[in-house]
């Protein structure tokens, strides 16, 4: 189980930032191709914006662009190793401010203020408690029409699965995950956590999921990671439900890296 404090103590003490995270863009070929091919066309409408707020930005991958799209940026993170890494890369950016949380609190963030909250590729490592916990202090913290975007587990909906992977012996189990038969436990997707359980997350805190778009992440075919836009009961973005279904994901990776990430992108 992937609880607040096993997080902390990865990403805090064990986990080895020595590439600052872009280890985990390398399929995409590098993160600005991961940004302009992945993460920008699927939150474009929403920025630039006013004030956002960006919940575990790590060393800062996407951070780098948020607070170029918006007028205001609040990074917070549970991790005060990579809360202290964002406020010296960033030290020259005057609109943001960071702040180490406990892994499931808002406090910091006045309510009625966000226009705009982003997570990408970390609250996957997140259980359903703090999710629930997000969602139903974004309720308060959201202005009227503001909106969110995250990225989280999808991977309690694959339980019988999981268990069958993590029955497989180890002399198959690797091959079985690349052919796309069992699920790549590796990953650490929070295993309490389904789009279905975000959907009713958001409704007890007074916040419309309106699209959803469950993908595999890395290898397989599983749909074990979910993409989840959110906004306030009654605000303009508000509308029913459209839940996409996307096992292609991985092949726009690979698309990206191999005909654009190369040439199109600085340093690529």
């Not at 872009?22 to 939150?43: D, F, K, M, N, V």
């Not at 917070?76 to 943001?96: M, P, Y």
């Not at 997707?189 to 997350?201: C, G, H, I, N, P």
Request: charge should be negative; aromatic fraction near 10%.
């Amino acid at each position: 189980m992937a609880d607040v404090e096993h997080n902390i103590a990865v990403w805090n003490e064990t986990w080895n930032w020595s590439t600052g995270g872009e280890e985990w863009s390398g399929w995409w070929g590098g993160t600005p191709a991961l940004w302009h091919g992945a993460l920008l066309p699927r939150i474009h409408a929403f920025i630039p914006t006013g004030t956002a707020l960006e919940i575990a930005p790590g060393f800062g991958r996407w951070t780098q662009y948020l607070k170029d799209a918006c007028d205001q940026l609040i990074v917070v993170d549970l991790a005060e190793r990579c809360i202290e890494h964002c406020r010296e890369r960033f030290s020259d950016a005057t609109n943001i401010e960071c702040h180490v949380n406990d892994g499931r609190s808002l406090e910091m963030v006045p309510d009625g203020s966000l226009d705009f909250v982003f997570s990408f590729d970390s609250l996957v490592h997140a259980e359903a408690d703090v999710l629930e916990s997000y969602a139903l202090q974004l309720g308060r913290k959201l202005k009227p029409d503001g909106i969110g975007f995250f990225h989280h587990s999808n991977l309690g909906e694959h339980g019988a699965l999981a268990s069958l992977t993590r029955k497989t012996p180890e002399a198959f189990r690797r091959r079985l995950i690349q052919r796309g038969h069992l699920i790549d436990l590796g990953a650490w997707r929070a295993e309490s956590m389904t789009a279905d359980l975000f959907v009713e997350q958001c409704a007890e805190a007074g916040l419309s999921c309106i699209g959803q778009e469950k993908i595999p992440w890395d290898s397989g075919r599983t749909l074990t990671d979910a993409l989840s836009l959110f906004t306030p009961r009654g605000s303009r973005w508000d509308r029913p439900l459209r839940v996409v279904r996307n096992p292609g994901f991985r092949q726009e990776a690979s698309r990206m890296r191999e005909l654009y990430a190369s040439g199109s992108f600085e340093g690529g």
